[in-house]
């Protein structure tokens, strides 16, 4: 029997990256997988390819995390994964809009929907909620701090619930990667291909959404009762943030 047998896992920000990458891994895992995003033209073909559930899902709008949470009949694991940087202005140049976008999606978008599936989640017996953090947040560096600071807050939203629900059958997980090359993140942060590209520009082999997927994995099919509060990974190259290994 597989690990996920009789459990049911939602996705969210399921359509592309560390997010698709982790719902194909659960399913084969044996999970019944319930994808959640916006796009769902992408999230219908990666869902009937997989054999999983795709619903709407804006993790930014009330409604919308209402009636996702109504049409589903149980929740045994939440994969908080939607979210995203949005510049990379320094604090001095800091465009506020970006800074609210970051904060909404990246925090009280995870927030909002956590919240909603909670009780479903307790009422399991044996819940995961895991958030997939960033290395941005433990460590923070220039021009970086509007999805530092969303960041650090997800590391904090997860620490404090850990200790909310010491007494309840829900493990808290955090996932935390560091350079991690996918076809949108940095694309979404700088706008423009070249500079996109330039980010892991040398760097022989950053980890891509598929490593991610595997620690995701690796974490929630753990017997219950052991809990990886943070995991932290990072390509070989990278010994930190601000010291990454380049070729060339």
């Known amino acids: 029997m597989l690990p996920g047998t009789g459990r049911t896992a939602v996705v969210t920000g399921a359509s592309s990256g560390i997010g698709a990458a982790t719902a194909t891994r659960l399913a084969a895992e044996g999970f019944d997988v319930v994808l959640g995003a916006r796009r769902m033209d992408r999230l219908t073909e990666l869902a009937a390819s997989m054999g999983a559930r795709a619903l709407p ?22 994969v908080n994964n939607a979210g995203g940087a949005f510049d990379a202005n320094p604090v001095a140049e800091a465009d506020l809009d970006s800074w609210a976008r970051t904060y909404e999606v990246n925090v009280l978008g995870t927030v909002r929907l956590t919240k909603a599936l909670l009780p479903a989640l307790i009422a399991s ?14 460590v923070s560096y220039e021009g970086g701090a509007s999805y530092t600071a969303a960041k650090h807050g997800v590391h ?12 309840q059958p829900v493990r808290v997980v955090e996932i ?25 520009r040398g760097v022989r082999e950053p980890l891509v959404a ?5 620690c995701i994995a ?7 009762h052991v809990n990886v509060d943070l995991l932290v990974v990072r390509p070989r190259a990278q010994a930190a943030q601000h010291k990454v290994h380049r070729e060339g």
């Open 57 to 78: 899902l804006d993790v930014t709008d009330p409604d919308s995390v209402a009636a996702f949470a109504e049409a589903l009949d149980r929740v045994d694991v939440l």
């Open 125 to 138: 017996g044996a819940g995961d909620v895991l958030f997939v953090g960033s290395t941005a947040g433990l």
């Open 156 to 167: 904090t939203l997860a620490e404090t619930l850990r200790l909310e629900l010491y007494d």
């Open 176 to 200: 935390a990667p560091g350079m991690v090359r996918t076809e949108e993140f940095a694309l979404n942060r700088v706008r423009d291909q070249d500079r996109a590209e330039a980010v892991y």
């Open 210 to 214: 598929d490593d991610v997927a595997d």
């Open 218 to 224: 690796w974490a929630l099919t753990r017997p219950h």
